[in-house]
């Protein structure tokens, strides 16, 4: 059975941005980057990076309590009454999981290799379920006792809007009637050098679409929701699931395809399925990493797409780091939280900002890009009704969003 639109609930997470849907969005609508701070791996080496504070954080009573589940942890709490909710609704077995993430509990694993060639054996207690993908579907599942499907997505950058248009697939074919959706990921020292040795990370915090962009900054995130058939009583306003798109242009492992074809062929999946033109996307959240390559690659694309429409945009990367695996379902967050504090709007639109120098790469398709110096005027005065969210991984898989607010719930 189909339905025609998969209801969004209120989003949990937690970044370097903010902890809260409330302190994430204070930060992206005012452009604050005071999350992205030096961090030092074990060997010594430093770069800017998103972290999460470990004040913040607190044990997870999880099989495996490490760094990335007390991360989940703090996300899936804030929604611990709505995945309570569809339970009682649709009874334990309707309601499935589908979470992204790619690397889990690195700092575990690093230290059993460690063991394993220094005395030959791995320390007691260590499994390697806790590097595994899959740990962060299976830790929502048994914390809520779900007996629906449980899948893990780790298709890089893209993991967790990949799990998200599971999410709906299952609640499409009939498998599931509510899905806990989303994904967790760490800046671990691996991911850290990982990327150093791509040459991809910045020596300052991230400049999307600058002139001057250097690179990366990562960063620690969990962003999590339930997609489910019907609305969800009591929320503020009805956001939907409208589309999504997908491509794989399996271009190269880590570098994107430079015309943007692939990209812009998610994209206008979307918009077609979505059965709507360009124009009607009010606001479009950038994939936005700040690499030379990957930001040449999305400003082509959206010029293929969205033509002489100089569609509202931005990367929040800009604030939250890079939060690889997390990154489709925390930007998903932003565009809730856009699409809520525009929805009865009569004045100017408030945005998701850019936090950058401002110096557009005037070599690449110039971009609507909206940050601090933007005039709040700019736009007309309109309630905001569809977000766009772009994630494009390594591999060339790209995937597209397509979010929606309705004036009465449905």
């Keep these: ?57 607190e044990p ?106 599971k999410a709906a697939e299952l609640i499409r074919a009939g498998i599931a009637d509510a899905v806990v959706t989303g994904g967790a990921d760490i800046a671990s020292d691996t991911v850290l050098l990982g990327f150093d040795a791509l040459e991809a990370v910045s020596p300052e915090p991230a400049n999307p679409f600058s002139k001057n962009r250097k690179g990366i900054s990562l960063g620690d995130g969990a962003a999590f929701f339930v997609l489910a058939k019907e609305p969800f009583p009591g929320e503020d306003c009805t956001i939907s699931l409208a589309a999504y798109g997908e491509s794989a242009d399996a271009y190269h492992v880590t570098s994107p395809e430079p015309t943007g074809d692939g990209a ?14 360009p124009e009607r996307i009010g606001y479009l959240n950038l994939h936005g990493t700040g690499t030379k390559l990957n930001d ?21 990367k800009s604030e939250t780091g890079h939060t690889l695996g997390a990154a489709g379902a925390l930007e998903a967050a932003i565009c809730y939280a856009a699409l809520v504090h525009n929805y009865d709007s009569a004045g100017p639109l408030s945005y998701p900002l850019q936090a950058w120098d401002g110096m557009q790469d005037e070599e690449l398709p110039q971009l609507n890009i909206r940050d601090r110096s933007s005039s709040p005027a700019q736009d007309g005065a309109h309630p905001l009704r569809y977000c766009m969210s772009n994630s ?14 309705e004036k009465e719930t449905q």
Aim: charge should be neutral.
């Design 60 to 165: 997870s009573a999880a099989r495996y309590d490490m760094r990335i589940t007390r991360i989940e942890k703090k996300a899936i709490d804030q929604i611990e009454d709505i995945i309570e909710g569809a339970k009682k609704r649709y009874g334990k077995e309707r309601v499935a999981v589908c979470a992204g993430s790619c690397d889990n509990g690195s700092e575990f694993s690093v230290a059993a290799h460690r063991s394993y060639f220094s005395a030959g054996s791995f320390p007691g207690g260590y499994e390697l379920e806790m590097q595994g993908a899959g740990y962060v579907a299976a830790y929502i599942q048994e914390r809520f006792d779900l007996g629906g499907p449980a899948l893990a997505f780790s298709t890089a950058c893209s993991s967790s809007a990949s799990a998200v248009v």
């Design 392 to 405: 494009f991984a390594f591999g060339g898989a790209n995937v597209s969003l397509i979010f929606s607010s």
């Design 296 to 316: 040449s690659m999305e400003a082509a694309a959206v010029r293929k797409v969205f033509g002489d429409y100089t569609v509202p945009c931005s990367s929040t």
């Design 1 to 57: 059975m189909a339905y025609k639109n998969i209801f969004m609930s209120r989003p949990g997470l937690i970044c370097a941005a903010g902890s809260s849907f409330s302190r994430l969005w204070d930060s992206v609508s005012t452009a604050r980057q005071d999350g992205i701070v030096p961090v030092q791996t074990a060997g010594g080496k430093s770069f800017w990076a998103a972290h999460i504070p470990d004040e913040w954080l």
């Design 264 to 277: 812009a062929a998610a994209m206008q999946k979307a918009l077609d399925a979505a059965g709507i033109p």
